[in-house]
């Protein structure tokens, strides 16, 4: 299928003009439409439910979702969700990606650096504070206002208290605030992973398709004090297969969505930012094969970033068919024009306007955003770096006035994503900052004085050598050297990245004040203004956009059919031996062979439903109407990427593997019993 039928493939009915169709909907748990799903589904979903599904599922700090799934703290995620876990914890001369993880006891599992597991205790609106905070603010100055009463309820209510975390979350683009308190875990320990041959079978071909065959699951552990965490709020493992139409429900974190977004700020994916995402992750990905190649340590080290580069490369290709086809963005056209025909504005007052200046600004003054406060965002030593440099500074501030990431309510996440030993790639690091550094050169011009900030007289090839070279920072015990000498010792380091970061630091601030002053403030101006407005017009049949915040979508176990085509919802473990075909990525786990005889050909393995999911439900379990696990999800088809901007039962599917196939692979191809009786209470 090719990804420009995403748009053609629903056009006028993928965008409604307010009030959500159908089960679409990216629910949150304190506004769940139940009555809705009572009619559509048959099914009751009562407060209890409600409860006992937010408090056992788990956000990921990998921008995954998982679920608690026996009394003893063990999730369940996707493998590509652990996948740089296990690669941190692949002893010398090993690779867990590849050969899996499985502990015969809990002495073997080990902690994933970096990794947090939030589980959302409750969300306590907030909207007239935050309103009353960017009060007679605008621009740069707005901005700071709302993240100093952010920080300073988040301080309030969650303290300097390990166990919890607090966010302010905007939700509706602005139209309402709501502070989210978590219990945190920040010990999460890798119990199983069957790795990648297995896991993502059929590999970037069958990436964002379906048939698929793909065992991408694993588990993971919470610890707290050095045992395991006792959850009697776990989800029932149900290893019986799902049937057809039966009704399902997905709870997990969807990242950020685009539906309601305005037209100005969707042409702006369209024309600017989406080119430059695709023409860059094209090259990367180019770079990166190359790099696989010349070295099998090469192939190792560059695993994950490639799958992800190849991901993220198809999501900007369906994101860009999207906006490219005339009748969805017609159909976006006529549901931003009936929302305006539903209001009135005094003289003079256009929001629409605002948020269309606000993106002629964003263009401008993207590519110098982007390239200096982004920065070289795929690069472990860049971010340290950064983290040093801006943590060593910020934190001598009251943490109302510093950047958001250094409040105090974030600084423990900040700490252990900065201070957990985390092996290093010397060669992998200085690929990815000198394609940073040749890229930053390219869009902001040889003559720009930010190039010249960057590069000096030197090469990217040159510099992206001496900073990997001459950088002591891959060394954890130097990180925290750095850091709990604050800035004092940051000033006095000669680290070659740390003095690196000193000398960018202040162009990388200036170009983000600029960016919060001209874009990021009149923006959140204009898009409360709309908000308010389209809350006014449909009122509870909205849901917000996702925020990679808890959501609960509804639906059912249920194929599709386009261009004459019908797809079933289900694919076997037989579909698995006749598509593979011996060679990479449609090769075996030679596990999977051998014990091919022991498994049942016709156990349903992978399967799809219409949930309406997106990128950050992966891990989410898919429950049935008990509230059991029956599946966890992990990808769409390819005909969901649209639903960034508007989505389509008919064809948007969410793809899932089902407890049933996890629970006779992990007792007939992995012997993992241990693991099953602890699932099934046996």
Not at 68 to 85: E, F, R
Not at 360 to 370: N, S
Not at 476 to 491: N, P, S, T
Request: net charge negative.
């Amino acid at each position: 299928m090719k990804p420009i039928s995403v748009a053609a493939a629903f056009a006028l009915a993928a965008v409604s003009a307010g009030a959500a169709r159908a089960d679409e909907g990216l629910w949150t748990f304190d506004a769940f439409p139940a009555a809705k799903v009572k009619a559509a589904l048959g099914v009751t979903i009562d407060q209890a439910w409600l409860d006992k599904v937010r408090l056992a599922s788990a956000r990921l700090s990998v921008g995954c979702s998982s679920s608690i799934v026996s009394g003893q703290g063990l999730l369940l995620t996707n493998h590509h969700c652990a996948a740089d876990c296990a690669q941190s914890l692949s002893p010398p001369g090993q690779d867990y990606t590849r050969t899996g993880f499985i502990e015969t006891s809990l002495a073997e599992e080990r902690t994933c650096p970096g990794l947090v597991a939030d589980i959302l205790l409750e969300t306590t609106d907030v909207t007239a504070r935050m309103l009353a905070a960017g009060k007679g603010f605008s621009g740069e100055a707005l901005v700071k206002a709302r993240a100093a009463a952010a920080s300073a309820m988040t301080q309030q209510v969650c303290g300097a208290d390990p166990k919890l975390h607090c966010e302010v979350v905007s939700l509706y683009q602005g139209g309402q605030f709501k502070l989210y308190r978590y219990r945190r875990y920040d010990d999460v320990r890798l119990a199983f992973d069957p790795g990648d041959p297995a896991a993502f079978f059929g590999g970037d071909p069958d990436n964002f398709n379906f048939p698929r065959y793909a065992l991408d699951c694993a588990f993971l552990r919470l610890y707290e004090g050095g045992k395991p965490v006792v959850t009697p709020q776990r989800l029932v493992w149900n290893p019986a297969p799902p049937t057809a139409g039966e009704p399902t429900f997905v709870a997990g974190d969807p990242g950020g969505t685009f539906r309601e977004q305005t037209i100005a700020q969707i042409e702006f994916q369209r024309d600017v930012s989406l080119p430059v995402e695709l023409a860059e992750l094209s090259e990367l990905r180019g770079r990166l094969i190359r790099f696989t190649e010349e070295d099998p340590a090469n192939a190792r080290a560059a695993d994950e970033p490639l799958n992800d580069v190849e991901n993220a490369f198809k999501v900007t290709v369906g994101r860009l068919a999207a906006l490219d086809d005339p009748e969805f963005m017609a159909a976006r056209r006529a549901a931003e024009a009936d929302l305006r025909a539903r209001t009135r504005l005094p003289p003079g007052v256009d929001p629409w306007r605002d948020m269309a200046a606000a993106q002629k600004a964003r263009a401008r003054l993207f590519v110098a955003w982007r390239q200096l406060e982004r920065g070289a965002d795929s690069s472990q030593l860049f971010g340290y770096a950064r983290d040093l440099v801006r943590g060593g500074l910020e934190r001598g501030k009251p943490s109302a006035d510093r950047l958001p990431r250094y409040a105090d309510s974030e600084l423990p996440g900040v700490e252990k994503a900065l201070l957990d030993p985390d092996p290093i790639v010397p060669a992998l690091e200085q690929l990815v900052l000198e394609f940073w550094l040749s890229k930053s050169r390219e869009l902001l011009t040889a003559d720009d004085p930010d190039t010249k900030l960057l590069l000096g007289a030197e090469s990217p090839e040159q510099l992206s050598r001496r900073l990997v070279s001459a950088t002591r920072l891959g060394d954890a015990g130097v990180r925290k050297a750095l850091w709990d000498g604050g800035w004092k010792a940051i000033q006095a380091s000669d680290d070659s990245l740390i003095r690196f970061m000193v000398e960018i630091d202040p162009e990388a601030r200036r170009a983000r004040a600029a960016f919060e002053d001209q874009v990021t403030g009149p923006e959140a101006r204009a898009s409360e203004a709309i908000a308010r407005l389209r809350l006014a017009a449909y009122g509870q049949s909205l849901y917000p956009d996702g925020t990679f915040t808890l959501r609960l979508s509804y639906g059912r176990v249920a194929g599709w059919t386009w261009r004459a085509q019908t797809v079933g919802p289900f694919t076997t473990f037989a579909g698995l031996y006749g598509r593979a075909t011996g060679q990479p990525p449609f090769d075996l786990d030679p596990r999977w062979i051998a014990a091919r005889h022991k498994l049942n050909p016709d156990t349903i393995f992978n399967f799809v439903t219409d949930n309406d999911i997106i990128g950050g439900n992966s891990g989410s379990p898919v429950l049935n109407a008990k509230a059991e696990v029956i599946g966890v999800a992990f990808d769409g088809n390819i005909l969901s990427i649209g639903g960034d901007y508007g989505w389509d039962g008919r064809v948007n599917r969410s793809v899932a593997l089902t407890t049933a196939a996890m629970t006779e692979a992990l007792t007939k191809v992995y012997g993992a019993n241990a693991l099953v009786r602890e699932l099934t209470d046996k």
